[in-house]
């Protein structure tokens, strides 16, 4: 009796593609860990003058009345950090650049707008529990705990499980996060 081979249905990660450094190479996806330690990074080098500036605010007695203001701003600066950077430096934030990986654009070249588009989502998935409470005033309580861990959920059990390790930002905005040449 003679056995046959079955066709792989799973997706190969190390596929190629067109990236700005070159018109075609083969590249694999960045591991959920390398991705999740990019995105700490970046976190600690935007929230340690955050906690920093906070602190300021709330021992002289002002956050309470810039509260709501003072986080979209910070909201703000932080979606441009991660646009900006990600567009002028070939895909990549400064935390990006430490664990190895890169944002490149699924087909073609990267795009400014994908860029924007991935933050976007992303950014709307992550914050929707406090542009909740900031929008209507209302305070969740143990609700609020519970919003932000299924939206965050969102976003990792889609990374863990997809073979290319893309998130629900990344599938919108058709781009791919992948180790980067050293």
């Known amino acids: 009796m003679l056995k046959r081979k079955r066709k792989s249905t799973r997706v190969k990660t190390a596929l190629p593609i067109q990236t700005a450094v070159s018109s075609r190479m ?3 996806a960045a591991s959920v860990s390398r991705r999740f330690g990019g995105f700490f990074l970046d976190y600690l ?44 430096n070939n895909g990549q934030t400064i935390g990006k650049q430490i664990v190895g990986t890169q944002v490149v654009a699924r087909r073609g070249k ?14 709307l998935i992550l914050q929707f529990p406090a542009m909740f409470k900031i929008l209507t005033g209302t305070e969740l309580g143990i ?7 299924l939206a965050i959920l969102l976003v990792v059990v889609l990374l863990v499980i997809d073979d290319e390790h893309r ?4 599938l919108i905005a058709g781009t791919w996060v992948v180790r980067s040449r050293k």
């Open 26 to 28: 083969t590249v694999s």
């Open 110 to 123: 990267l795009k400014p707008s994908q860029i924007f588009l991935r933050y976007v989502v992303l950014f």
């Open 45 to 88: 080098i935007l929230g340690i003058p955050n906690s920093l500036i906070l602190w300021f605010l709330k021992d002289n007695g002002f956050y309470g009345v810039i509260a709501a203001w003072y986080d979209i701003f910070f909201t703000l600066v932080i979606l441009s950090y991660f646009v900006f950077l990600t567009w002028k």
């Open 167 to 170: 998130g629900v930002h990344d």
């Open 143 to 149: 609700g609020f705990l519970l919003v932000n861990v």
